[in-house]
Antibody, heavy 117, light 110 residues
Framework: QILLVQSGAEVKQPGASVRVSCKAS????????ISWVRQAPGEGLEWMGW????????KYAQKFQGRVTMTTDISTSTAYMELRSLRSDDTAVYYC??????????WGQGTLVTVSS | EIVMTQTPLSLSVTPGQPASISCKSG???????????LYWYVQKPGQPPQFLIY???NRFLGVPDRFSGSGSGTDFTLKISRVEAEDVGVYFC????????FGQGTKLEI
């Protein structure tokens, strides 16, 4: 069974950073990249970026350039997404998903990040 | 960025009746590889999105045949021939000819 298990909910103050982890199992981690998608409360889905697990390639959505860093740890089949300079409108559920080049599946269970003073 | 526009944004359907969701893209989703990169997901309450249909009309593994997709170019439709209670959720279309963008979602209620 292919699973992506994400780290738990976080509460952060404005200006802080958050790092979300995504541990993959049930498939060869280095065969597919990982995309990150977020969903603000009551809103739609927003792609944040993609990281290769088999090369140095990374692509960030323009909106997040300079504020997001995606990394992987091949030894533990884990992907990470760090978002800096958090604002209240970064409050959202953050998902990782296995990237199949033209679509993503499956998705992690999601990590709620709340930004509040 | 390719804008994806879904209609309606909400839909209330009696079990056993059909449902239809439209998705329009800001530009053609026909890729140079000859495939049209339009995908459908459903997000059931409290869950992450689940994959439904790939490349316009192909059902993913395990998706019931009451779900069907159609369309070409910039206009696409997801149809449920006979809605069941378990179909409740928010349906999203997604394109991938450029960096992924999603429709706003259509909430299906019974």
């Amino acid at each position: 069974q292919i699973l992506l298990v994400q780290s738990g909910a976080e509460v952060k103050q404005p200006g802080a950073s958050v790092r979300v982890s995504c541990k993959a199992s049930g498939y060869t981690f280095t065969s597919y990249g990982i995309s990150w998608v977020r969903q603000a409360p009551g809103e739609g889905l927003e792609w944040m970026g993609w990281i290769s697990t088999y090369s140095a390639d990374i692509k960030y959505a323009q909106k997040f350039q300079g504020r997001v860093t995606m990394t992987t740890d091949i030894s533990t089949s884990t992907a990470y997404m760090e978002l800096r300079s958090l604002r209240s409108d970064d409050t959202a559920v953050y998902y990782c998903a296995r990237d199949r080049t033209y679509y993503v599946d499956p998705w992690g269970q999601g990590t709620l990040v709340t930004v509040s003073s | 960025e390719i804008v994806m526009t879904q209609t309606p944004l909400s839909l209330s359907v009696t079990p056993g009746q059909p449902a239809s969701i439209s998705c329009k893209s800001g530009q053609s989703l026909l890729h140079s590889d000859g495939r049209t990169h339009l995908y459908w997901y459903v997000q059931k309450p409290g869950q992450p999105p689940q994959f439904l249909i790939y490349e316009v009309s192909n059902r993913f593994l395990g998706v019931p045949d009451r779900f069907s997709g159609s369309g070409s170019g910039t206009d696409f439709t997801l149809k449920i021939s006979r809605v069941e209670a378990e179909d409740v959720g928010v349906y999203f279309c997604m394109q991938s000819v450029q960096p992924y963008t999603f429709g706003q979602g259509t909430k299906l209620e019974i």
